[in-house]
Protein backbone atom coordinates (compact mmCIF):
# COMPACT_ATOMS: atom_id res chain seq x y z
CA UNK A 1 0.00 0.00 0.00
CA UNK A 2 0.92 3.47 -0.84
CA UNK A 3 2.78 5.08 2.12
CA UNK A 4 5.09 8.28 3.56
CA UNK A 5 7.03 8.25 6.05
CA UNK A 6 8.38 11.22 7.61
CA UNK A 7 11.52 12.43 9.62
CA UNK A 8 10.60 12.72 13.45
CA UNK A 9 10.33 15.75 15.59
CA UNK A 10 12.48 18.80 15.36
CA UNK A 11 13.42 21.63 17.86
CA UNK A 12 15.36 24.62 16.30
CA UNK A 13 16.68 27.65 17.31
CA UNK A 14 15.51 31.29 15.17
CA UNK A 15 18.13 31.51 12.06
CA UNK A 16 18.88 27.70 11.47
CA UNK A 17 17.91 25.34 9.02
CA UNK A 18 15.89 22.14 9.19
CA UNK A 19 15.76 19.47 6.68
CA UNK A 20 12.58 17.00 6.62
CA UNK A 21 12.91 13.64 4.94
CA UNK A 22 9.90 11.82 3.24
CA UNK A 23 10.14 8.38 2.34
CA UNK A 24 8.08 6.64 -0.11
CA UNK A 25 6.99 3.24 -0.81
CA UNK A 26 3.77 1.02 -2.15
CA UNK A 27 4.60 2.69 -6.00
CA UNK A 28 6.88 3.78 -8.07
CA UNK A 29 8.09 6.94 -6.75
CA UNK A 30 9.27 8.48 -9.92
CA UNK A 31 6.28 8.41 -11.31
CA UNK A 32 4.84 11.33 -8.95
CA UNK A 33 5.44 14.54 -7.86
CA UNK A 34 5.32 15.04 -4.34
CA UNK A 35 4.20 18.31 -2.63
CA UNK A 36 4.89 19.93 0.76
CA UNK A 37 2.47 21.51 2.98
CA UNK A 38 2.51 22.86 6.17
CA UNK A 39 0.13 24.10 9.06
CA UNK A 40 0.48 26.17 12.25
CA UNK A 41 -1.34 25.04 14.95
CA UNK A 42 -5.06 26.61 14.50
CA UNK A 43 -4.27 27.62 11.21
CA UNK A 44 -5.05 25.86 7.66
CA UNK A 45 -2.88 24.04 5.70
CA UNK A 46 -0.84 26.10 3.81
CA UNK A 47 0.90 24.58 0.30
CA UNK A 48 4.92 24.95 -0.26
CA UNK A 49 5.63 23.71 -3.53
CA UNK A 50 6.23 20.36 -5.47
CA UNK A 51 8.98 18.32 -6.80
CA UNK A 52 8.74 15.98 -9.72
CA UNK A 53 10.49 12.36 -8.77
CA UNK A 54 11.18 11.66 -11.70
CA UNK A 55 12.63 14.89 -13.45
CA UNK A 56 13.34 16.81 -10.29
CA UNK A 57 11.36 19.99 -11.68
CA UNK A 58 10.35 22.00 -8.89
CA UNK A 59 7.56 24.61 -8.20
CA UNK A 60 7.62 26.45 -4.79
CA UNK A 61 5.22 28.55 -3.08
CA UNK A 62 6.54 32.36 -3.84
CA UNK A 63 5.54 32.89 0.09
CA UNK A 64 8.90 30.81 0.65
CA UNK A 65 11.20 31.39 -2.34
CA UNK A 66 14.44 31.92 -1.50
CA UNK A 67 13.93 30.04 1.69
CA UNK A 68 12.70 26.38 1.15
CA UNK A 69 14.51 24.03 -1.22
CA UNK A 70 13.11 20.64 -2.19
CA UNK A 71 15.39 17.92 -3.06
CA UNK A 72 14.47 13.76 -4.01
CA UNK A 73 17.04 10.54 -4.27
CA UNK A 74 15.93 8.24 -6.26
CA UNK A 75 17.80 5.38 -5.10
CA UNK A 76 16.26 5.91 -1.64
CA UNK A 77 12.98 6.82 -2.50
CA UNK A 78 13.04 9.93 -0.20
CA UNK A 79 11.85 13.13 -0.90
CA UNK A 80 13.48 16.10 0.79
CA UNK A 81 12.45 19.28 2.24
CA UNK A 82 14.90 22.12 3.74
CA UNK A 83 13.37 25.62 4.96
CA UNK A 84 16.38 27.69 5.77
CA UNK A 85 16.39 31.11 8.09
CA UNK A 86 13.98 29.67 10.78
CA UNK A 87 11.68 32.19 12.83
CA UNK A 88 9.26 31.51 15.28
CA UNK A 89 6.05 31.74 12.92
CA UNK A 90 7.65 29.02 11.15
CA UNK A 91 6.54 26.28 13.97
CA UNK A 92 4.56 24.44 12.24
CA UNK A 93 3.68 20.53 11.14
CA UNK A 94 5.19 20.23 8.09
CA UNK A 95 3.67 17.21 5.63
CA UNK A 96 4.72 15.40 2.21
CA UNK A 97 1.51 14.16 -0.14
CA UNK A 98 1.32 12.61 -2.93
CA UNK A 99 -1.57 13.15 -5.72
CA UNK A 100 -3.03 11.01 -8.25
CA UNK A 101 -0.26 9.58 -11.94
CA UNK A 102 -1.53 12.86 -13.72
CA UNK A 103 0.08 15.17 -11.60
CA UNK A 104 -3.54 17.01 -10.32
CA UNK A 105 -2.67 19.05 -6.95
CA UNK A 106 -5.12 17.17 -4.94
CA UNK A 107 -3.89 15.13 -2.58
CA UNK A 108 -4.87 11.26 -1.01
CA UNK A 109 -1.51 10.11 0.63
CA UNK A 110 -0.51 11.97 3.34
CA UNK A 111 2.61 11.49 5.35
CA UNK A 112 2.09 11.81 8.81
CA UNK A 113 3.87 14.99 9.72
CA UNK A 114 6.66 16.08 11.06
CA UNK A 115 6.46 18.96 13.80
CA UNK A 116 8.69 21.92 13.36
CA UNK A 117 9.35 23.76 16.86
CA UNK A 118 11.58 27.17 16.36
CA UNK A 119 12.22 28.21 19.80
CA UNK A 120 15.26 30.21 21.47
CA UNK B 1 -3.30 34.01 -4.94
CA UNK B 2 -6.71 32.96 -5.27
CA UNK B 3 -8.65 33.21 -1.47
CA UNK B 4 -10.82 30.39 -0.97
CA UNK B 5 -13.37 31.98 1.85
CA UNK B 6 -16.28 29.07 3.57
CA UNK B 7 -18.74 29.68 6.25
CA UNK B 8 -19.68 28.79 8.49
CA UNK B 9 -16.19 28.94 10.53
CA UNK B 10 -18.29 26.51 13.14
CA UNK B 11 -20.97 24.46 13.27
CA UNK B 12 -23.29 23.02 15.69
CA UNK B 13 -24.85 19.46 14.48
CA UNK B 14 -26.47 16.56 15.75
CA UNK B 15 -26.03 12.59 14.76
CA UNK B 16 -28.66 12.26 11.83
CA UNK B 17 -28.68 15.87 10.98
CA UNK B 18 -28.09 17.47 7.00
CA UNK B 19 -24.84 19.64 6.85
CA UNK B 20 -23.71 21.96 4.34
CA UNK B 21 -20.51 23.76 4.28
CA UNK B 22 -20.07 26.59 1.78
CA UNK B 23 -16.53 27.51 -0.08
CA UNK B 24 -16.15 30.32 -1.74
CA UNK B 25 -13.26 31.51 -4.28
CA UNK B 26 -12.05 34.84 -4.67
CA UNK B 27 -12.11 33.77 -8.64
CA UNK B 28 -13.16 30.76 -10.94
CA UNK B 29 -11.63 27.52 -10.61
CA UNK B 30 -13.85 26.15 -12.45
CA UNK B 31 -13.99 22.74 -10.62
CA UNK B 32 -10.75 22.36 -9.30
CA UNK B 33 -11.74 22.14 -5.91
CA UNK B 34 -10.77 19.70 -2.76
CA UNK B 35 -11.99 18.72 0.42
CA UNK B 36 -10.44 17.73 3.20
CA UNK B 37 -11.60 16.28 6.81
CA UNK B 38 -9.14 16.65 9.07
CA UNK B 39 -9.02 15.72 12.87
CA UNK B 40 -6.26 16.48 15.77
CA UNK B 41 -3.11 15.36 15.00
CA UNK B 42 -3.89 13.42 12.01
CA UNK B 43 -3.03 14.13 8.58
CA UNK B 44 -6.24 15.68 6.27
CA UNK B 45 -7.82 13.26 4.23
CA UNK B 46 -9.23 13.48 1.26
CA UNK B 47 -12.84 13.08 0.61
CA UNK B 48 -14.05 14.79 -2.65
CA UNK B 49 -11.88 15.77 -5.78
CA UNK B 50 -13.02 17.43 -9.21
CA UNK B 51 -16.04 19.38 -6.99
CA UNK B 52 -17.81 16.76 -6.97
CA UNK B 53 -15.99 12.97 -7.21
CA UNK B 54 -16.23 10.92 -3.93
CA UNK B 55 -12.96 9.38 -3.38
CA UNK B 56 -12.54 6.05 -3.06
CA UNK B 57 -13.57 4.93 0.13
CA UNK B 58 -15.04 7.59 0.88
CA UNK B 59 -18.82 6.83 2.81
CA UNK B 60 -21.57 8.29 -0.04
CA UNK B 61 -23.44 10.58 2.80
CA UNK B 62 -20.71 12.86 1.76
CA UNK B 63 -21.10 14.84 -1.85
CA UNK B 64 -19.14 17.74 -3.28
CA UNK B 65 -21.14 20.13 -5.76
CA UNK B 66 -20.58 23.44 -7.38
CA UNK B 67 -18.13 24.78 -10.39
CA UNK B 68 -16.52 28.25 -11.05
CA UNK B 69 -16.46 30.09 -7.61
CA UNK B 70 -19.14 28.46 -5.31
CA UNK B 71 -19.17 24.95 -3.70
CA UNK B 72 -20.72 23.20 -1.76
CA UNK B 73 -19.62 20.00 0.56
CA UNK B 74 -23.06 18.10 2.22
CA UNK B 75 -23.27 15.41 4.62
CA UNK B 76 -26.27 13.52 4.44
CA UNK B 77 -26.86 12.13 7.57
CA UNK B 78 -23.77 12.89 10.40
CA UNK B 79 -22.31 10.44 12.16
CA UNK B 80 -20.28 10.28 15.06
CA UNK B 81 -17.28 9.82 13.05
CA UNK B 82 -17.85 12.59 11.49
CA UNK B 83 -17.41 15.32 13.97
CA UNK B 84 -14.26 16.93 13.17
CA UNK B 85 -12.58 19.72 10.75
CA UNK B 86 -13.45 20.62 6.85
CA UNK B 87 -11.55 22.44 4.30
CA UNK B 88 -11.58 23.49 1.18
CA UNK B 89 -8.77 23.20 -1.35
CA UNK B 90 -8.57 24.76 -5.02
CA UNK B 91 -5.69 23.14 -7.20
CA UNK B 92 -6.70 25.54 -10.18
CA UNK B 93 -3.59 27.93 -9.79
CA UNK B 94 -0.11 27.63 -9.63
CA UNK B 95 0.04 28.59 -6.29
CA UNK B 96 -2.69 26.13 -4.42
CA UNK B 97 -4.91 27.52 -1.28
CA UNK B 98 -6.88 26.37 1.37
CA UNK B 99 -10.24 28.02 3.05
CA UNK B 100 -9.69 28.76 6.46
CA UNK B 101 -12.06 25.29 7.55
CA UNK B 102 -15.39 24.66 9.18
CA UNK B 103 -15.20 22.63 12.60
CA UNK B 104 -18.37 20.53 12.64
CA UNK B 105 -18.88 20.19 16.64
CA UNK B 106 -21.74 18.20 18.29
CA UNK B 107 -24.77 20.10 19.69
Known amino acids: QVQLLQSGAEVMKPGASVKVSCKAS????????IHWVRQAPGHRPEWMGWINAGNDDKKYSQRFQGRVTFTRDTSARTAYMELSSLRSEDTAVYFC?????????????WGQGTLVTVSS | DIQMTQSPSTLSASVGDRVTITCRASQSISSWLAWYQQKPGNAPKLLIYLASTLQSGVPSRFSGSGSGTEFTLTISSLQPDDFATYYC?????????FGQGTKVEIK
Open chain 2, 89 to 97: HQYSSYSLT
Open chain 1, 97 to 109: ARGPYDGSGYWAY
Open chain 1, 26 to 33: GFTFTNYV
